[in-house]
C-alpha cells in the first residue's frame, strides 16, 4: 500500500473510523507504520487472536502499561496472569459489586447531581470524580483526596499514550505512579481494600491495583460520557429508553460497540504466524483495534450508526476477550446504568454547542459533553 494511503497519528486520534474502513476493504489485518504494528481490523480475526495468548502475547518488555507498573495481569500470560487475576476476579463479580457497590454508586450520583442546578458538564462533574469515588471506595484509597487520586491517573493516562506512540512515559507519569503504589501498598497493608487477597506479594498486589484503578477511572469516566452523548444524541431512543428503563444495558452495549473507550489492545508475536492471510514475523507488534473490530461491517449491520434495538451489539469486543476480558465490565457498566437512569428520569439533554465528539489515539472520549434538564 502507498504510503500516501496510510493515516497519520493526527487522523487517528482525530477519526480513526474511516481510515479502518477503508483499510479493512483492501485486508483484515494491515500494516500501519504510524503505529509500527500490524494492525487487526476485522471482528473475527480480533476475536481469534485476543483468545490466543500462544501466539500473540502481552508478556513484551515493549508492553505499555507493563513500562510504568511492571508485571501485572494486564502484562503476563499463562500462569502468571492466572495466579495475578484469580486475586482480583472474585471481589469483582457481578454478585460482589452489586452488594458491595451498589449502594455507593447511586449515592455518588446523587451527591455529585445535588450540587448541579439543572446543568452539568458529564466528564468533570460526574463521570470522572464518580469513578474516581468508586474505585476509592473498592481499593481502600478514600484517605486521598479526589482531586490528588485524579492528577496522577491523568498523568499516568498521558504517559502511556506516549509510550503508545513511541515516546518515553515522561517524569510527571513516573512521579504519578511511584506516590500511586506507596498509597496503594498502605492500603493492602491495611486491608482496606475490597480485592487482592493474600496470595500475592506486596509488589504484585500494588502493580496490580494500579491497573484496577488506571481502568476503573480512565475507562469507565470515558464508557460513562460516550453513553450518554451517544444516547441524548438520538432524542427519540433516549425517550424509548426513559419509557423502558429495562432497556439501558441495551443502550449501552450499543455506545460500547459504537465508541470504546480504549480503542485498542497490543499483542506481540511469540512466533511467526500467518494471520488472515498475511506473514508476520515473530517479534512483531499486532495491535487488535477494538474500534474496527466493533464496526465490522461483516458482523454489524449499517456499523456506523446507533441503534439500541441492534440485536448483536453484545458481541462488542469494548472489553476485550479471552483471558484478558476486563475484570471490571461489572463495576463500569453497573456506574454507567445509575448515571444514565439518573439523567433520562430529569429529561436531561444535550447542550449541543458546549459537548465536543470523541477524540484520543489510545484512549477516546469527549474532551466535553454538557447536559440541561
Given amino acids: 500500500m502507498a504510503e500516501a494511503d496510510q493515516p497519520s497519528i493526527e487522523q487517528l486520534t482525530d477519526d480513526p473510523h474511516p481510515h479502518w474502513h477503508r483499510l479493512r476493504a483492501t485486508a483484515p489485518v494491515v500494516r500501519v507504520p504510524a503505529l509500527a504494528g500490524w494492525v487487526v481490523l476485522s471482528h473475527p480475526v480480533a476475536s481469534a487472536v485476543l483468545r ?33 487475576n484469580s486475586a482480583f ?24 447531581l445535588a450540587y ?26 478514600t484517605t486521598i483526596e479526589p482531586d490528588t487520586l485524579s492528577a496522577w491517573y491523568a498523568d499516568i493516562v498521558t504517559g502511556v499514550d ?33 480485592v487482592g487477597g493474600d496470595t500475592l506479594s506486596t509488589t504484585e498486589a500494588v502493580a496490580n491495583a494500579g491497573i484496577l484503578l488506571f481502568g476503573g477511572i480512565e475507562t469507565t469516566e470515558a464508557m460513562i460520557t460516550l453513553a450518554v452523548w451517544h444516547l441524548l444524541r438520538h432524542p427519540e431512543q433516549a425517550q424509548a429508553v426513559h419509557r423502558d428503563p429495562g ?48 464496526r465490522d461491517p461483516a458482523v454489524f ?24 476480558y476486563c475484570l471490571g465490565a461489572y463495576l463500569a457498566r453497573l456506574e454507567t446504568e445509575a448515571v444514565l437512569a439518573e439523567l433520562l428520569d430529569r429529561d436531561a439533554r444535550l447542550v449541543e454547542r458546549e459537548c465536543a465528539p470523541p477524540r484520543g489515539l489510545v484512549f477516546r472520549k469527549p474532551a466535553a459533553v454538557t447536559v440541561r434538564w
Avoid at 460482589?96 to 447511586?106: D, M, N, Q, S, T
Avoid at 464518580?130 to 474505585?135: E, K
Fill in 301 to 324: 449491520d449499517e456499523p456506523d450508526s446507533f441503534d439500541i434495538s441492534r440485536p448483536n451489539a453484545n458481541r462488542q469486543l469494548a472489553f476485550a476477550a479471552g483471558p484478558h
Fill in 116 to 141: 448541579c442546578q439543572d446543568k452539568i458538564e458529564l466528564r468533570s462533574q460526574l463521570a470522572g470524580p464518580l469513578a474516581v469515588s468508586v474505585m476509592q471506595e473498592l481499593l481502600g484509597l
Fill in 89 to 112: 476476579a472474585p471481589g469483582l463479580r457481578l454478585g460482589p459489586v452489586r452488594e458491595r457497590l451498589a449502594g455507593h454508586v447511586r449515592t455518588e450520583v446523587s451527591r455529585l
Fill in 162 to 194: 506516549r509510550i503508545s506512540a513511541g515516546a518515553p512515559a515522561g517524569d510527571a507519569a513516573v512521579r504519578a505512579h511511584a506516590e500511586l503504589s506507596a498509597q496503594l501498598a498502605a492500603a493492602l497493608a491495611e486491608r482496606r481494600t475490597n
Fill in 52 to 84: 490466543d495468548p500462544a501466539a500473540f502475547t502481552v508478556d513484551d518488555p515493549r508492553f505499555s502499561t507493563g513500562q510504568l507498573f511492571g508485571p501485572s495481569m494486564l502484562s503476563t500470560d499463562g500462569a502468571e496472569h492466572a495466579r495475578f
Fill in 247 to 294: 432497556r439501558i444495558p441495551a443502550a449501552i452495549e450499543e455506545s460500547l460497540r459504537l465508541e470504546p473507550a480504549a480503542t485498542r489492545v497490543d499483542r506481540y508475536t511469540t512466533r511467526e504466524v500467518t494471520l488472515a492471510g498475511v506473514r508476520i514475523p515473530a517479534g512483531e507488534l499486532v495491535i487488535v483495534s477494538l474500534s474496527a473490530a466493533n
